[in-house]
């Protein structure tokens, strides 16, 4: 019923930027939060930003000051500017939505993941 289909990922040097981009199709009502989300080998899935549909934003204390979230609601796309990239940085990194979905209700979902790798 509903897709989210990120892109922007790929390798860069340490210190460099990449931009993510989550688009949400589908029978889509609304959408209330958006966030990033990541997970780096070995390691648990970790939220990285989050932003609601009036444009609040939350981040994790490791990409705060380098990452920026935002949204466009008339696209349902959801972006992350990613700055200052760092080795640690590297992961898979999954969008999520909240999303009202057309006659099926508030259901949450996410998205097939883009490999994000930070070279030192």
Do not use: H
């Amino acid at each position: 019923q509903v897709q989210l289909v990120e892109s922007g990922g790929g390798l860069v040097q340490a210190g460099g930027s990449l931009r993510l981009s989550c688009a949400a199709s589908g029978s889509i009502v609304g959408i209330y939060v958006m966030g990033w989300y990541r997970q780096a080998p070995g390691k648990q899935r970790e939220l990285v930003s989050t932003i609601s549909s009036s444009g609040s934003t939350n981040y994790a204390d490791s990409v705060k000051g380098r990452f920026t979230i935002s949204r466009d609601n008339a696209k349902n796309t959801l972006y992350l500017q990613m700055s200052s990239l760092k080795p640690e940085d590297t992961a898979v990194y999954y969008c999520n939505a909240d999303v009202i979905v057309w006659n099926a209700g508030r259901q949450g979902y996410w998205g097939q993941g883009t490999q994000v790798t930070v070279s030192s």
